[in-house]
């Protein structure tokens, strides 16, 4: 790991929780993740070597000047809990490679073990049939049967047999090989709105991930955000559903005067 990962800071940790988050459908997990980082002030742990993960598949030229290839960030934050509860870890990633994703979880877990952290969080999209207006839940699985006792407290849905696709499923797989708590937490996203930011369903996971955390965020902006995310949404289907009738419909007045010139 030391190749893999530069360390920015050594601090001592209080038994740790790890949350990480990669791009995912409605870009829930990242909402997420970076909606902690800015509420509870994390300062930067360390940076992984995104070289080792990622192949480059082009440059950027400005001003007729080749510039080196860029890779996607993926950094780890830390943050002290003053009252005395557990402190967290956070990873996150910009993006998710093609091919190694099974060596990037080895890598993200190698630091979680290197601060002996308790528990790995994940958050990702649950794909339902729940329309934009109604109030997402929260779907929680565990690695374990033990784990997911714990979950039966927040009022979770249990949805029993699913597959979450990426490095925010792929993570706690690795977890369970390697013997580490895990528990990723899924906000219920409709599935005619899969390419848009879906703030909705990351407040509902916020709002169960903090008490499990046991940390205190102001919830406004990311509120607001759901709100304004919900009335758009709520628009754009307006505008798609009038369409749909002015291009399939024809009104009947129309039809009458066509009969009158026959």
Sequence with gaps: MK???KLYARPKLNSPNMLAAWPGIGNVALIVATYLERKLDFKELGEVEASH???PIGVVVRDNVVEAPQFPQSKFYYWKNKG???DVILFIGDDQPVAKGYELANCVLDMGLRFEVKRIYTCAAAL???HHTEQPKVWGVATSQQVAEDLKGYD??????????GLNGLLLGVAKERGIEGVCLLGEVPMYATRIQNPMAALAIVNVLTKMLGV?????ELTQLAQETKERLKQVAA????EYIDYFTEPIWEHGEEEEEE
Aim: no cysteine; hydrophobic share 50%.
């Design 3 to 5: 190749d893999l990962v």
């Design 53 to 55: 993960f990622f192949d």
């Design 84 to 86: 005395g509860g557990s």
């Design 128 to 130: 339902t049939r729940i």
């Design 156 to 165: 979770l849905v249990q949805r029993g047999n699913l597959q979450i696709a």
């Design 216 to 220: 205190e965020i102001d919830m406004a």
């Design 239 to 242: 505008e798609a559903i009038g």
